[in-house]
């Protein structure tokens, strides 16, 4: 808590932010090198991604839905290590300098650091035991009373619009109504215009064509991570 007695957030993105990369499509990438996919599930993911790029509206828990049917009745604690194992092998390396250092600066200037993503939670999780974050948000997959994976999601992906949904939730309930703000936001997608729109100190990293675009109209600053 500052002098103006608030919590102040900042919050990121995660993938294409934090790392030049897309974690859920590397991870299909490795699933599909282990035979772990039925190939009509990886055509059915296939179409989502170029519909995706298409921009054209999309079912984000069908498609996860999708991804987790390689983790289907299997131990949460087997399918949470097997991410983390990946992370490590696949994901670390694609950390950005830039990103560690901006993560340690919000840290120093006293700001609550919350990582904000669509991707799968065992991954966001492993991603905090190595770099300044204080809480993440991510998507969590729903598990049976056996203690085994489904194919649901739990409520809904933290993509888009639900981003600063879950952030106002998740900070309302931890720090109190009308006790924190949104000090400084990063995202590089269209999808985070919400999430940044928020933000006191919106960034756009590295940015795709339309968020750049937004960017630029709204005075938004820019940067190349």
């Known amino acids: 808590m500052q002098e103006d007695g608030l919590v102040h957030i900042a919050a990121f993105d995660f993938d294409g ?27 059915r993911i296939m179409l989502w991604g170029i519909a995706y790029k298409l921009r054209l509206p999309q079912n984000e828990s069908w498609v996860r839905g999708l991804v987790f049917r390689a983790f289907a009745g299997k131990p949460v604690s087997h399918v949470d290590a097997f991410l983390r194992d990946f992370y490590d092998s696949d994901v670390a390396s694609l950390f950005r300098e830039r990103a560690t250092a901006e993560l340690l600066s919000q840290k120093e200037q006293g700001r609550v650091v919350i990582l904000v993503s669509a991707t799968f939670e065992p991954i966001v999780s492993r991603a ?3 770099h300044p974050i204080d809480f993440q948000i991510s998507t969590r997959m729903r598990a049976a009373k056996d203690g085994t994976y489904t194919c649901e999601v739990e409520g809904l992906p933290v993509e888009g619009d ?42 756009a990293v590295t940015p795709d064509r339309p968020l750049a675009r937004t960017a630029k109209s709204e005075g938004w600053c820019i940067a190349e991570w």
Not at 190 to 203: E, F, I
């Open 17 to 43: 932010t934090c790392i030049s990369g897309n974690s859920p499509v590397l991870l299909v990438r490795r699933l599909m090198k282990l035979g772990m996919l039925e190939k009509s599930v990886l055509a």
């Open 128 to 130: 905090m035991e190595f």
């Open 162 to 203: 639900q981003k600063i949904v879950r952030l106002r939730e998740f900070a309302d309930e931890r720090f109190g109504a009308g006790r924190w703000v949104l000090d400084a936001a990063y995202g590089d997608h269209h999808s985070d215009r919400t999430l940044l729109g928020a933000a006191r100190n919106p960034v």
